[in-house]
């Protein structure tokens, strides 16, 4: 089979050495580039914001109108006066770090058991979840510039409310005490990587949420899928931060069997795709829910020439799935009362990959396959919020932790990378096979495929590997290490997207501390053609970092880069400030286009 590979452009760029310095506190990109800060967590995002408190004690309303923490997916959208040199940047904001207070973490022991949080911390930590939308523009000298104080400046928290829409709105499974219809969810958490409409709407993906939630009742917890199914703890507290000391809703343990009197379904309103409209600060974002719920890391959007389109998906945990949907009907531009469906009305379908590179979309819909009321799937709504265990039933193959999904801008072949897996090969359920072939994978792979026929709404496709991540063969290395890159190595592929030409950049995520990743390096930036398979590395972070999230002005010019979790001082890099996550700017000195 034949991939498509870069058009009307070239990978011209001299590539960087793995930076193995291990006090690394910057970001290096290739001769005849430059890099710099552009958008950290605490700038100012919301009209009248302060600007960031290099000691933190910024107070929870300041950071609900700051940039959140941990800077993950994003993308650029333009104005259509002035495409490549106005547009709105739209940012997710994953998750917190304890940097995020002047004092600390603080987490105090409460009596029988489990821990307290005050307040005021938790507020700021829901305040830098989310998204932030800002404005940025090209000045007159070439310089890009966040636009201060503009309209569209947007916070949007682990708090904002937001519209439950399609098959999910108003089921039982949704609704809460503080939510008796099942219609009005407040806020989206754990916003990793993203996806873009063709009718210009950002689509923020919910990942960890289950991080956020403790059910103690361990005897309904077992039954639960949507609780257990997602890795929902059972212990004192929720995995991490304890919001539900504050928060009650983060509490999902149920009270006196009676659904709507607790909030033992707060946990089935995330795990969904959030829909926010950058160009329209008032509008309220919604939770599309026809895609299914999932441990979900994005959400990308390819659209064929008749207005076809698909919506891909990975649910990254080790083991689990790709996914795919397609909308009933067809994209048409201007048509929004149509286009405003297509996220509401269509089909769900999960991945089979066989061994002789044949795959196939098996469908998430009541009455299919197994899919029956015997098997606990009365409706369709069973099935979406229980998307996990239907596609258990389905036969889908489990996979090295689906990460990002790429689509070739024209060939439409898609490409995921399956980010690492250490316990591939050694767990029953995840036993070795074709897509997955390499035991205690701690590198990770990308795969590619083409939909039959190369239509977005097929049924079946023809897969392959398009490279194995780690390190050369030698006669030392064992085989589980060893990878098939053409060019420049590393490990841990996560962020993944296609520039407009066809450049497939590849972000990576692994810890630059274990003595397994010692030759890679600081987490990187790569740039690989997808018809020759050669790798070149691009871009490298500081130490502690992953590169998590990228994009460009349509016209290639401008590239932004976000640097998630930084170790050191970065991006002050004085060795004394607090690190703050930043979206970092590309350009080239010729004014060219990146990559080329
Ligand atoms: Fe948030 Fe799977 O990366
Ligand atoms: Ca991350
Ligand atoms: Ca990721
Ligand atoms: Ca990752």
């Not at 310095?21 to 009248?48: M, T």
């Not at 489990?114 to 979840?129: D, L, N, Y």
Request: with cysteine; net charge negative; charged share 25%.
């Amino acid at each position: 089979m034949l991939f498509a590979g870069v058009k009307d452009g070239s990978i011209g760029f001299k590539p960087l050495p793995p930076m193995l310095d291990p006090n690394f506190d910057s970001v290096q990109v290739p001769e005849g580039y430059r890099v710099e800060r552009f958008f950290s967590w605490g700038d100012p995002v919301v009209k009248g914001a302060p600007e960031w408190a290099p000691d933190a004690s910024d107070n929870w309303e300041a950071q609900n109108t700051q940039a959140g923490q941990n800077h993950d997916g994003m993308a650029y959208f333009p104005f259509p006066d002035a495409p490549n040199a106005h547009g709105l940047l739209v940012v997710n904001h994953e998750y917190i770090n304890p940097t995020l207070h002047s004092d600390g973490f603080t987490a105090m022991r409460a009596e029988g058991g489990g821990i307290t949080r005050p307040e005021a911390q938790v507020r700021k930590e829901q305040a830098a979840h989310g998204v932030s939308v800002i404005e940025v523009r090209r000045d007159k000298a070439g310089h890009w510039r966040q636009v201060k104080d503009s309209p569209y400046g947007r916070r949007i928290t682990a708090s904002t409310p937001m519209a439950i829409s399609g098959p999910m709105r108003g089921a039982d499974s949704m609704k809460t005490a503080s939510d008796p219809g099942g219609e009005t969810i407040l806020g989206t958490i754990n916003n990793c990587s993203m996806g873009v409409t063709p009718w210009g709407t950002y689509l923020t993906c919910e990942e960890n949420w289950s991080n956020y939630f403790v059910n103690r009742d361990r005897v309904d917890h077992e039954s639960r899928a949507s609780h257990k199914r997602y890795g929902v703890g059972t212990g004192n507290n929720s995995e991490i931060y304890a919001w539900e000391a504050v928060d009650t809703r983060f509490d999902a343990t149920p009270v006196n069997d009676q659904p709507q009197q607790g909030h033992v379904n707060e946990p089935n309103r995330f795990g969904w795709v959030v829909e926010i409209d950058p160009f329209d600060p008032q509008s309220q974002p919604r939770k599309c829910t026809a895609m299914g719920r999932l441990i979900r890391e994005c959400a990308t959007v390819a659209v064929d020439d008749d207005g076809t389109m698909a919506v891909y998906s990975g649910d990254d945990t080790r083991g689990e799935y790709v996914y795919k949907y397609v909308p009933a009907g067809r994209y048409r531009d201007g048509d929004k009362a149509g286009n405003d469906k297509l996220l509401d009305e269509g089909t769900l379908y999960v991945a089979v990959f066989r061994e002789d590179g044949s795959g196939d979309w098996r469908a998430l819909q009541q009455g299919n396959g197994g899919l029956t009321a015997q098997n606990g799937f009365v409706t369709q709504q069973d099935v979406l919020v229980n998307a996990r265990a239907a596609a258990d039933v389905l036969g889908a193959t489990p996979m090295d932790r689906p990460e990002w999904v790429a689509v070739h801008p024209h060939s439409k072949d898609v490409y995921v990378t399956l980010t690492n897996n250490k316990h591939r090969g050694s767990k029953p359920d995840q036993p070795v096979n074709a897509a997955n072939p390499r035991p205690n994978n701690l590198h990770g792979q990308i795969l590619r495929w083409r939909e039959n026929g190369g239509r977005l709404d097929a049924t079946g496709f023809t897969w392959e590997i398009f490279l194995l991540a780690g390190d050369r063969p030698s006669a030392d290395s064992p085989d589980n290490l060893t990878g098939t890159i053409d060019g420049d190595i590393f490990s841990s592929p996560d962020g993944l997207w296609f520039d407009p030409q066809g450049r497939l950049w590849i972000q990576t995520d692994y810890s630059d501390a274990d003595p397994e990743n010692a030759q890679m390096g600081t987490n990187q930036m790569l740039c690989a053609d997808p018809a020759t398979r050669e790798v070149k590395r691009f871009l490298v972070g500081p130490r502690g970092c992953e590169v998590s999230g990228v994009t460009t002005t349509p016209d290639g010019r401008a590239m932004w880069v976000n640097i998630q979790h930084p170790g050191g001082s970065f991006p002050a890099s004085d060795g004394k400030t607090r690190p703050r996550s930043s979206t970092m700017l590309v350009t080239k000195d010729d004014g060219g286009v990146i990559g080329s």
